[in-house]
């Protein structure tokens, strides 16, 4: 734990702790009461279900992939989450104890995922579990937490037409990434007609339906071409040449992963900037830019509920905190903010229901009124179904890799099945 | 008797090799194992089926496909789409806007089960799909290529290709297939909950019953005449077919039947982790299943089972504490293996348990022992 | 077509034409070490992927130390990096010939599957290097953007770079093959290992230096891809495939084989994508490729070797 020590010099200035003051009174409270009363009865109270819960610590579970083709992306999570931890142990901890973290590696590999989840919550009976990034890796490791009554904080945007009682989805699910940056789109841009293209796989292909739906029956636009590359291809050659014919007003793209980088520096190449073409991307995080080069996305548009250049004092903390636990050289994209955001919401979850049982967190969480003030993000809260009520956010990119923000939406109410968009 | 012991468990050495497999999966690991681990060991052996199928087509055959997982993924996939669509019931789809057909059908707009689905109602029609299905598949490819005489390099990158075709097409049609995420939310098999504890043993101890069947049948073939063939082919084709064999035939039948075999690890596998998806179909499971068979010894069918437990062993208790050493020594050990131990643990086990003897035998022979005399035979007996 | 001009349309017919020829280049430049691999020595080198990946991160290497050192050389970095990626490939090439390969030439599948243990080391050695993380080197400004030669063309010039390249370690290879002495040495030991081990060729020498040649054109080729991608530890997994259906379908030991082979493959995809969906244009041009095998299993262009 030589990171947390690294870290404590700077905790108390750079934290997050306005909004937190109520919970870590009550943390500070129950930490004292721990001290001067026997101990043993209070750990039974908020533990009736076997966790892995003592007098002065609670076990919790990161479950990303360290190694494998997912490790770039989960990378930022992970850290995210263990700066989040360490934070709230600098504070105090959970009902007075300190978190301790038991760290699985998913292996970019789905039956991995569901294997680590199992052992997590049936061997260390661990009181949450941070983790998973794709949809394929959370749906295999969903029947384990289903079944093992565990409870998962997931970090990712994702394509929605989920909600399980186990599961909090700190991103945002479809709708809420789409919807707003579509209209702003057309009534900035006027756009009328719209380029899908992404990778081939569920999230790009459900986004796309919906962002069809919107683009057809709302905003009365057209939808001149769909494609879907083979995830990992880099020519993109061909589907350039098609865009070209089809003179979009807007290229609307999720393309991920390697050729993510493929696809923007060959429009680069092509000609295809920002000056002449409208670009919304809802695959770009500063993760992505790391890869891709801000030269190549330059005046590009992305749609996320986050960006790192965010100027509020909340952010600025985070990302302060952030750089001086894992590096000045660190980047911070949607997913790695959304990450941060799990520990937070456990912890509140945990005070409100006054004890760790997974039953009474859930429950807790499903009133609809546990919010971060603090969040880096801005204000969130959590909807009873699940996932959070979130701003949409259009980021400008820039040379530099950074975005600047030229529009933000109200905040959204997440709807995970929404009627008319499947 | 006699064919039972010399034909079905390979005499001598090959039985008592095959009681103790029994007995340690049987007895020995479910004793000392709590049901999560032996879980996952039950999902070991799945893919020590695919490793038994590259003995009999790699080892004795010298035909490497690097392509079985195709064949799991048909036989788990084939598992996977009865399960789903018992799960799918009209009552526990309601929310949808096509009760009845699996959520991912839903989501992607079909309004109707696809033709190629509507078998896979009846559990005794999947069985049936899972038996021929990948065998059939495999009867087209090992048909089309050695009555035309490919083999060796060519062979195992074909497989390769069609690997990853059938990947990229798993994943591109995802309303019929379920995509990158799989099939997955199994929960029941004809109304019992597969999940359930009481299940998991069930399965473990059908999944070894099977498993041990399968060597059976595998030891069967392999001391058969054909089994002679097989090596004979390996080792000096062009003989055999001059002997007036019609050596594709031969490699036909065998490629069908490793192509059966690893289909059934591929059901069974479903069974147990209760999901399956397109990344136990592409090249990457593909050639890890050759890695099992490697180590374990790609001329022994009872050697794959534990190079088996030992690669996926390691990888479990490797990646938890060390993930970046494992990547470095399954690499290293995969060119140790390749490079000094042709026939991997199995044939180390019976260098050492020579030595072993000889010392047991004491030291009258040890005089007379030349050195040529501990070295095995050959390749060919260390079943 | 309706609103579209003629010179449109031509336009696009013009841009799509060298799309193909890019998707070409690429191609070939990949499939080319392997290839003379593969025909010289009947050896599938499943690490090809990974010394290409070798050759792009010396390139970012490279380019990370001009960046800081000698920002005014930023314009010419690039060329050093395509000869350092060459050696260092070439280097790395070597080493693994003499360390591993040379013990195997008798057993080609084991080969395969210990390039591919090697593979698995060297992908681990990229992450524990340069980390988990996509990295992309920054290109001299002369790479980025497009040539115009009208209003309505643009033709990429990281892609007619490549194209360039391409051709000039085409027409390397084809000399140092077909009109030198070494070349002489190399396709004797091909057609005839015992004849020339008799005639003097030292046979040993000429394995090691063509597995070390195609290694460092895939280091060559995986400078060149910087230019159009990225680079991660698993980059090479990507292209192998690819590459391996380039070089069987050209049939092995031809070079003008592996070179229409290429053509054909890049021509076909290319269209297909035009007019049908990327994964799909994909399903077909691989499963095209396995049919035509089925009946030409040597390959296209095979030529007659005495084994």
């Not at chain 1, 003051?21 to 943390?27: A, D, F, K, Q, R």
């Not at chain 2, 309004?111 to 059939?136: G, R, Y």
């Not at chain 3, 031509?10 to 799309?19: D, E, R, T, V």
């Not at chain 3, 799909?280 to 009946?295: D, R």
Request: charged residues 15%.
């Amino acid at each position: 734990m030589t990171l947390t020590h690294k870290f404590t010099s700077r905790t108390h200035a750079s934290a997050p702790k306005r909004g937190f003051l109520s919970t870590l009174g009550m943390g500070a409270l129950i930490m004292a009461s721990a001290t001067l009363f026997s101990s043993a009865a209070i750990a039974d109270d908020v533990n009736t279900t076997g966790l892995a819960v003592t007098d002065d610590t609670v076990t919790v579970g990161i479950l990303h992939s360290l190694t494998g083709t997912m490790a770039i992306s989960e990378t930022g999570a992970q850290e995210a989450e263990k700066l989040a931890i360490a934070q709230i142990n600098e504070s105090g901890g959970i009902l007075g104890r300190q978190i301790k973290i038991i760290q699985e590696d998913g292996a970019s590999d789905w039956p991995t995922f569901a294997e680590k989840a199992r052992k997590l919550l049936v061997s260390d009976k661990v009181a949450a579990v941070f983790g998973c990034w794709t949809s394929a890796s959370r749906k295999a490791a969903l029947p384990v937490f289903e079944k093992e009554n565990g409870l998962l904080y997931y970090p990712t945007f994702y394509e929605g037409l989920e909600q399980s009682k186990n599961v909090i989805y700190t991103g945002q699910e479809a709708t809420q990434q789409i919807i707003d940056g579509l209209n702003w789109v057309a009534k900035e841009k006027g756009a009328k007609t719209f380029y899908l293209i992404g990778s081939d796989y569920i999230w790009p292909r459900t986004s796309m339906k919906i962002a069809r739906k919107h683009i057809e029956d709302v905003l009365g636009g057209t939808v001149v071409g769909e494609e879907y590359k083979p995830l990992g291809d880099t020519q993109f050659g061909s589907v350039i040449n098609k865009i070209r014919l089809k003179k979009p007003d807007v290229i609307y793209a999720a393309v991920v992963g390697g050729s993510n980088v493929a696809w923007f520096k060959q429009l680069k190449s092509a000609g295809i900037t920002a000056d002449k073409q409208t670009l919304l991307t809802i695959s770009v995080t500063e993760d992505e830019v790391l890869g891709i080069g801000g030269e190549n996305l330059e005046g590009f548009y992305s749609i996320m509920k986050y960006f790192q250049s965010q100027d509020n004092e909340n952010n600025k903390a985070f990302v302060a905190a952030f750089k001086e636990m894992w590096g000045d050289d660190s980047v911070i994209g949607d997913v790695t903010q959304a990450a941060y955001l799990g520990p937070w919401l456990w912890k509140a979850a945990v005070e409100k229901a006054g004890s760790f049982d997974v039953d009474k967190v859930v429950a807790a969480s499903e009133e609809g009124d546990i919010e971060l003030t603090t969040a880096p993000e801005g204000y969130v809260k959590l909807h009873p179904n699940h996932h959070l009520w979130s701003v949409a956010r259009v980021g400008q990119w820039n040379k530099d890799g950074q975005a600047t923000v030229v529009y933000e939406s109200e905040l959204i109410e997440p709807d995970p099945f929404p009627e008319g968009y499947q | 008797m006699t064919f039972v012991y010399e034909r079905l468990m390979g005499g001598k050495s090959g039985l008592s090799g095959f009681l103790i497999l029994a007995l340690f999966i049987l007895i020995v690991l479910p004793l000392s194992l709590d049901l999560f681990r032996l879980n996952l060991v039950g999902k070991y052996l799945t893919y020590a089926f695919a490793a038994i199928s590259l003995v009999l087509l790699w080892g004795y055959g010298g035909i490497l496909s690097l392509g079985q997982g195709i064949f799991f993924g048909l036989g788990g996939y084939g598992m996977a789409m009865f399960l789903k669509l018992e799960a799918s019931s009209p009552e526990n789809t309601a929310i949808q806007s096509t009760p009845g057909i699996p959520d991912f059908m839903d989501w992607n707009q079909l309004t109707e089960l696809p033709w190629f689905w509507v078998p896979f109602n009846s559990f005794t029609l999947t069985i049936i799909a899972i038996l021929i299905l990948p065998a059939a598949f495999a009867y087209l490819i090992g048909a089309a290529m050695f009555k035309r005489r490919v083999g060796g390099v060519y062979f195992a990158i074909i497989t390769q290709v069609i690997a990853v075709i059938l990947t990229v097409l798993i994943v591109g049609q995802q309303g019929f297939t379920g995509g990158i995420n799989g099939i997955t939310d199994l929960r029941t098999l004809n109304g019992w909950d597969i999940t359930s504890n009481s299940a998991k043993y069930i399965f473990y101890f059908i999944n070894c019953a099977l498993l041990l069947t399968v060597i059976m049948a595998s030891r069967f073939i392999l001391t058969s005449k054909f089994g002679s063939l097989l090596l004979a082919i390996r080792d000096k084709e062009d003989r055999v077919r001059f002997s007036g064999y019609d050596v594709s035939n031969f490699k036909i039948f065998v490629f069908c039947f490793a192509a059966l075999i690893s289909a059934i690890g591929g059901a069974m596998f479903t069974l147990q982790v209760g999901f399956m998806s397109p990344s136990f179909v592409g090249i990457v499971p593909s050639i890890e299943m050759v890695i099992f068979a490697a180590v374990g010894g790609r001329m022994s069918l009872v050697g794959v089972v534990y190079g088996t437990l030992l690669i996926n062993f390691g990888k479990t208790a490797f990646s938890e504490s060390f993930p970046e050493l494992w990547l470095f020594l399954m690499g290293g050990l995969f060119i140790a293996v390749v490079m000094f131990f042709p026939n991997g643990l199995a044939g180390i086990w019976k260098d050492y348990g020579h030595h072993l003897t000889n010392r047991l035998s004491g030291l009258r022979n040890w005089v007379q022992n030349s050195p040529a005399g501990a070295t095995n035979k050959k390749m060919v007996d260390n079943t | 077509m309706d609103g579209y001009t003629y010179s449109e349309l031509g336009s696009i017919l013009a841009m799509q034409g060298f799309a193909g020829f890019s998707l070409f280049s690429v191609l070939l430049l990949m499939a080319l070490g392997l290839a003379i691999i593969f025909g010289q020595m009947g050896v599938i080198n499943m690490a090809h992927g990974e010394f290409m990946a070798v050759g792009a991160y010396t390139t970012y290497m490279l380019s990370t130390l001009t960046e800081t050192y000698a920002p005014s050389l930023m314009p010419y970095y690039f060329f050093v990096a395509i000869v350092a990626a060459f050696l260092i490939a070439g280097l790395l090439g070597y080493i693994a010939e003499f360390v591993l390969i040379r013990h195997l030439y008798k057993r080609p599948l084991d080969t395969l599957l210990a390039t591919w243990g090697l593979s698995l080391i060297m992908q681990q050695s990229f992450r524990s290097i340069f980390g988990a993380r996509e990295v992309s080197p920054a290109l001299p400004d002369w790479l980025l953007g497009s040539y115009q030669p009208t209003d309505t063309i643009d033709i990429p010039l990281n892609g007619m770079f490549v194209l360039g390249l391409t051709t000039v370690v085409t027409l390397g290879v084809y000399y140092l093959m077909f009109r030198s002495r070494w070349g002489l040495r190399v396709r004797a030991t091909t057609q005839n290992r015992v004849m020339s081990g008799a005639v003097g060729i030292n046979t040993t020498k000429v394995d090691r230096y063509t597995f070390a040649l195609g290694c460092g054109i895939a280091g060559i080729a995986g400078a060149a891809f910087t230019t159009i991608a990225s680079t991660g530890p698993t980059t090479g997994t990507l292209y192998i495939v690819d590459t391996f259906m380039v070089v069987v379908f050209g049939g092995a030991a031809s070079l003008l084989g592996t070179i229409l082979s290429a053509f054909t493959i890049a021509q076909a995809q290319s269209i297909l994508e035009f007019f049908i969906s990327g994964s799909m244009a994909k399903v077909y041009t691989l499963l095209a490729l396995v049919l035509i095998l089925m009946f030409k299993p040597e390959g296209l262009f095979a030529s007659k070797i005495r084994r």
